[in-house]
């Protein structure tokens, strides 16, 4: 393991030296944009600073664990062996934890890396079986948020008349959701006997996740002439009216053609709102992968291809089993992941992710 980090480390010596000359003689006379890019330099500084210090830690990690072997295999007194064999054990432990940073570290910064999230999920084919379970998709990612302390709100919920889901559209704010939610867009398919089949047969369905780094104003500036709003009654499952004004709210943005609606609260300014933040993060998304698609290097940095149209997990019901087509990540407890662990997939994936970036990072 430590090996296969040595050329990391090299490079990453080398740029430490360079940032600190740079801050050392950093200009602040050109009165433009000087501090921020100081910010951005001295945030580099410091990562490569810890990265070298827990290079240094785990060098001192392993030297000791290997003492301690050697003086385990000389001892003779069984006391004296049960407490080398605790320094082991804490070492042991300590190692593992310092790789794991180390591999963190190394990689840059994901630039939506401390950014929330805007997760929308839709049925796609599979008719009410489809609806029934993006439902089931939702209590999941609900339940994972809680289980991470992260807050969530409702931007949009929509039912079908089978109590299964339309459309919902949430928000979610806290510690790494990104890193983790990143790995969630894309086609969901699930492989199940439906209550309603008589026959036991097996149907396929899927479901889309769509998970959008929440853009703010200054990300993404809309103009008021680029975009069409419409106004409409909000409507319940079934498409009955549910509300007697014209709250629901529909923004179409002309020159890309994307369409956000919105009917979730009573309000249509607050619907107006919710549509336009939705609308500034589809659109804050697109250009991320417009400029990311520009450089080989950055698209072998990316986390899966984001592209909703590709298919990355199954869940097979009958088999008890969930894979993941990324990786070929296979997780036998499916009921445990859809009552929200799903850090029991995404452990994984974040591993695999980390070791495929590594070897990309020196190619």
């Not at 921020?36 to 664990?65: G, H, I, M, V």
Request: aromatic share 6%.
């Amino acid at each position: 393991m430590t090996s296969n980090l040595e050329p990391h480390i090299k490079q990453a010596r080398e740029q430490y030296k360079e940032i600190e000359k740079q801050l050392a003689d950093f200009d602040f006379s050109g009165g433009g944009g000087e501090q921020s890019e100081y910010t951005k330099l001295n945030r580099e500084f410091q990562r490569l600073q810890k990265l070298l210090e827990d290079w240094d830690n785990l060098q001192k990690a392993q030297k000791d664990y290997e003492d301690n072997q050697q003086m385990l295999e000389s001892e003779e007194d069984p006391e004296f062996q049960r407490v080398i064999e605790e320094d082991l054990e804490a070492l042991s432990n300590k190692i593992a934890a310092l790789q794991s940073n180390l591999k963190a570290r190394i990689l840059p910064t994901h630039p939506n890396e401390d950014r929330n999230c805007i997760v929308e999920i839709r049925p796609a084919a599979g008719g009410d079986e489809a609806g029934l379970f993006a439902a089931e998709l939702y209590r999941m990612y609900n339940y994972f948020a809680e289980r991470r302390q992260w807050r969530r709100e409702i931007l949009e919920f929509t039912e079908n008349d089978v109590g299964g889901l339309k459309h919902a559209a949430f928000s979610l704010q806290g510690d790494d959701v990104f890193r983790y939610m990143s790995f969630e867009s894309g086609v969901h398919r699930v492989q199940r006997i439906p209550e309603t089949e008589s026959g036991g047969r097996i149907h396929t369905s899927t479901v889309t996740v769509a998970v959008l780094p929440e853009a703010e104003e200054v990300d993404v500036q809309i103009n008021p002439e680029d975009i069409r709003i419409d106004v409409f009654k909000a409507s319940g499952p079934g498409g009955q009216s549910v509300n007697t004004t014209d709250s629901a709210v529909r923004i179409t943005h002309l020159p890309t053609e994307q369409t956000v609606s919105c009917q979730q609260e009573k309000s249509q300014h607050r619907n107006r709102e919710i549509a336009m933040r939705i609308l500034r993060s589809h659109l804050f998304e697109q250009k991320q992968q417009e400029e990311a698609a520009k450089s080989a290097a950055q698209r072998r940095q990316q986390v899966g291809s984001g592209d909703r149209s590709e298919r990355i997990r199954t869940y097979n019901f009958p088999q008890n089993r969930i894979t993941d087509h990324r990786y070929g990540v296979n997780n036998h407890d499916l009921q445990k992941v859809l009552d929200g662990e799903v850090e029991l997939l995404l452990d994984d994936l974040l591993e695999h992710d980390i070791e495929q970036r590594l070897e990309a990072e020196l190619t």
